[in-house]
Structures are given as C-alpha cells and as structure tokens.
C-alpha cells in the first residue's frame, strides 16, 4: 500500500527473491516464449528480450536468475497464457505466488495471500473504517471479492459483461470517466460561493 500524493510505501508483502527466481524459472520453463517483468519498491526489472509495453517508472533489464531484490509483483506476457493454461499456471506456482490478475496474454503474480480486497481491509482496520463507508471500483475478475466486500462494489462497463451480475452498480467505461461520474452522483459537492 502507498500512501498518495507521495507514493510513499506504506505496508508491502513481497516474493522474497530466491522465491521470485523459483516462479520466474518454472514459468520459464513451463511457458516457453512468456516474457517476464518484475516490480520492486522503486523500479521495474525486465528480462532482456521484453518487447512488451514498459510500465512507467525506472527500469533496468536483466537475466531471472539475478533477481536479488523483493519482488512486489512478477508479470507474465505472451500468448500462451490463455484462459486454459491459468489451470496449470496457477498449480505450477501454488505455495510460492497467487495469480493477482489474468487477462488472456497477461499474468501478475504476487506473494500468497496478496489481493486487492487483503490490501482494502487492511487500510479500512487501520482507519476505522466498515466495509458500508466503501465505494470500490473495479474492472476484472481480480476486483470481484474486493467490490463484494465493499458497502457499494462498482464495476467499470468496460468489464467482461459475465462480470456484471455480481456487482452493486454498472459505471460507464473507463473512457467515459465512469468512475468521476460515480463519485459526482454519490458524494455530496459544496459549491463554492462568491463573497
């Protein structure tokens, strides 16, 4: 978790890296041609024939076996992850990562127990708040237990239509700034007056 505007980290559970080598190496070897990338605290590693897109912040390319740093999250791209390998994939790394997020072509990996609803309850303990005082958004499978958690879990119309039965409330897509217009209608605005 990070505290915002800063970015400051504030609570992380990372793949420890012989852990990350291990999954990098079983992927590698199970999912011949999957590039790899991997997320530490401050900078994004890749492998060095990624030809994928680059996510933002500072890089570096390196081997899988030289990962000597913390690992937050690991991902996985090419065409071979499929709705029908994420079986196999999700048995070959069971005990050293959980599959965070899977989009046909794209994996993220992270240490067991990580998700998006752990992190929510986390910071809602921290700061008393219930799960009624929440409004979450989100836009794949991965967000599914976090908006059900949440007092009001919006899907983002963007989102797999089979997904929208299990949400409280359908936003417009992402390109229609859905979540904006959620937040406009949901949360009271004072205007501001001349004086």
């Known amino acids: 978790m990070c505290d915002l505007p800063s970015g400051r980290i504030t609570w992380s559970r990372a793949l420890t890296p012989s852990v990350a080598v291990r999954v990098a190496a079983v992927i590698s ?4 041609g999957v590039q790899l990338g991997w997320v530490h605290h401050d900078r994004v590693g890749y492998q060095e024939n990624y030809a994928g897109r680059f996510l933002a912040g500072e890089r570096y390319h390196d081997t899988i076996d030289r990962i000597d740093r913390p690992v937050l999250k690991m991902f996985g791209v090419g065409p071979s992850l499929t709705d029908a390998a994420l079986p196999a994939l999700r048995s070959l790394v ?6 965070g997020h ?4 794209v994996v993220d990996l992270v240490a067991p127990g990580v998700s998006k609803v752990m992190a929510l309850r986390r910071y809602c303990a921290a700061h008393q708040i219930t799960p009624a ?14 908006l059900r958690w949440s007092g009001r879990g919006v899907l983002m119309g963007n989102a797999d239509y089979r997904l929208h039965e299990l949400a409280d409330e359908i936003a417009p897509g992402c390109a229609q700034d859905g979540v904006a217009q959620v937040l406009e209608r949901v ?4 205007q501001e007056v001349d004086r």
């Open 29 to 32: 070897a199970r999912f011949p």
């Open 94 to 99: 069971s005990g050293l990562a959980d599959v």
């Open 102 to 105: 899977y989009f046909p072509g």
């Open 133 to 146: 005082g929440v409004i979450a958004f989100g836009d794949s499978a991965a967000d599914i237990p976090m």
């Open 187 to 190: 949360i009271p605005v004072r």
